[in-house]
C-alpha cells in the first residue's frame, strides 16, 4: 500500500487490521511518518489533520485512532499525518519527542531540508501542497498540564473559525520557527492545537471531540456575522536558556543550575504571575543566563523581569504558557512563553 517514497508511507481507507485494537499496535503498522486517506461523503474537498510531530504528545494519534477505530465517514475527504511514529514507539512509549540525534520534526519545515527529518518534513509539505486541503490542523500536547489552546500565524476569520472547534484562546505569533502551522502562509489555514497536557484527560477529550467536530461539519470556514469567541493573544515571548545552561525543578534551590524553579512550575500556565510572586531561583550568574528575544529579534528581557534576592521576578504582571517541568525542554526549546498584562 506505501508509494515508491518510502521517507513518508500512504495508506487510503485503512482496514481494521491495520487500525488495531490499541495506539501501540496502530502505531506498530504504520511502522513509520504515514499520511492515512479517508474517503468522506463530499469528495471534491480535503481537510488535513496533522499530529505526532513531537513522539511525546500522543492525544492527536489517540484520537485518530478513535476516530478510525468508530469507521466514521468524515464529511469530506480526510488526510491525516502521523509522523514521529518510531519517536513515539521508542520506549517507554509517548516519552521521546524526537530520537536522540535527530532534529525536532516540528522546527523542519523550512529549508534546508537535507537531513531525515528535514527530508519527512519536506515529504509532508509537498504532500499537502499537491492535496491542496481546505485546512490542516495540527494536534500537540502541551509538556506540561494545562488547559487547550491554538497557535497560528494567522488571526483571521478563518484561524478563528477553526481554533473555535477545539478552544476559545488563540495565541497568534510572527515568529518563525519551522513549524508546519507556517505553512498558513501559502493559503492553507493551519492552526496548531495544543490539547494540554499529555497526561491531561481533559486533553484527550479536546482531541477526539474537536476532531468529530472539524471532520464531520459541512463548513469550517467562517460564516459571516458569526462571532466565534476566542479570545486573541499576540506574540508571546519565549523565556529562554542561553547555549548551556541548566535548568532545574525543584522547591529548593539547586545549586548546579543557572536557574531553579517550582516542581509544579506548570501551575502558572496561563494563570497572570504578579510582580511579587517569584519565578525561579538564579545562580550566580543571575539574568545572564537567560534571554527574551521578541519576533524581532530584540531582546526584552530587562524590560519584562528583574532580580531580587537571588530570585527571578516579572517587572510587571505577565501572563505564562507552555510552562515546562523538563529540563531537557528547557534546554533545548524554552521555559516558558509569556505576554505582558500591564495594559
Ligand atoms: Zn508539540
Given at each position: ?52 510531530l513531537h513522539g511525546n ?27 514521529s511514529?518510531q519517536a513515539?514507539?521508542s ?5 521521546h519527542r524526537f530520537l536522540k540525534g535527530k532534529r525536532d520534526l516540528n522546527r523542519c ?8 527529518q ?226
Open positions: 500500500m506505501s508509494n515508491e517514497r518510502t521517507i513518508l508511507k500512504v495508506i487510503h481507507d485503512p482496514e481494521q487490521s491495520i487500525v488495531g485494537d490499541s495506539v501501540e499496535v496502530f502505531l506498530q503498522n504504520l511502522s513509520g511518518p504515514t499520511a492515512i486517506f479517508l474517503k468522506g461523503k463530499d469528495t471534491s474537498r480535503t481537510r488535513a489533520i496533522c499530529t505526532l504528545e500522543p492525544s492527536g494519534v489517540y484520537a485518530i485512532h478513535n476516530y478510525l477505530a468508530l469507521g466514521i465517514e468524515p464529511a469530506v475527504n480526510t488526510l491525516f499525518i502521523v509522523a511514529v513515539a514507539l520506549k517507554p512509549a509517548f516519552s519545515f523550512k529549508p534546508p531540508f537535507d537531513d531525515e528535514g527530508a519527512i518534513a519536506d515529504a509532508i509539505l509537498q504532500l499537502i501542497h499537491s492535496v491542496k486541503p481546505e485546512a490542516l490542523i495540527d494536534l500537540h500536547n502541551t509538556s506540561g498540564s494545562g488547559p487547550a489552546f491554538g497557535v497560528s500565524i494567522k488571526e483571521d476569520a478563518d484561524h478563528l473559525a477553526l481554533t473555535s472547534l477545539f478552544t476559545n484562546d488563540l495565541i497568534v505569533t510572527d515568529l518563525r520557527l519551522g513549524a508546519i502551522m507556517e505553512i498558513s502562509e501559502s493559503d492553507v489555514p493551519t492552526v496548531t492545537i495544543e490539547c494540554g497536557g499529555a497526561n491531561d484527560t481533559s486533553a484527550k477529550f479536546v482531541a477526539q471531540e474537536g476532531i468529530l467536530r472539524y471532520l464531520g461539519a459541512d463548513n469550517i470556514r467562517a460564516e459571516m456575522g458569526l462571532d466565534y469567541r476566542v479570545n486573541i493573544f499576540k506574540n508571546p515571548i519565549r523565556l529562554e536558556l542561553k547555549q548551556g545552561g541548566i535548568a532545574a525543578y525543584s522547591n529548593d534551590k539547586q545549586s548546579d543550575a543557572d536557574i531553579t524553579l517550582a516542581e509544579n512550575a506548570e501551575r502558572l500556565n496561563y494563570g497572570m504571575v504578579p510582580h511579587e510572586e517569584p519565578l525561579a531561583f538564579l545562580g550566580d550568574k543571575g539574568l545572564a543566563v537567560l534571554t527574551a528575544k521578541d519576533y524581532k529579534g530584540t531582546e526584552r528581557l530587562g524590560e519584562f523581569f528583574e532580580v531580587s534576592d537571588g530570585q527571578l521576578f516579572s517587572k510587571h504582571p505577565i501572563k505564562l504558557f507552555m510552562v515546562t517541568t523538563s529540563s531537557e525542554i528547557a534546554a533545548s526549546d524554552c521555559l516558558f512563553y509569556f505576554i505582558g498584562c500591564n495594559k
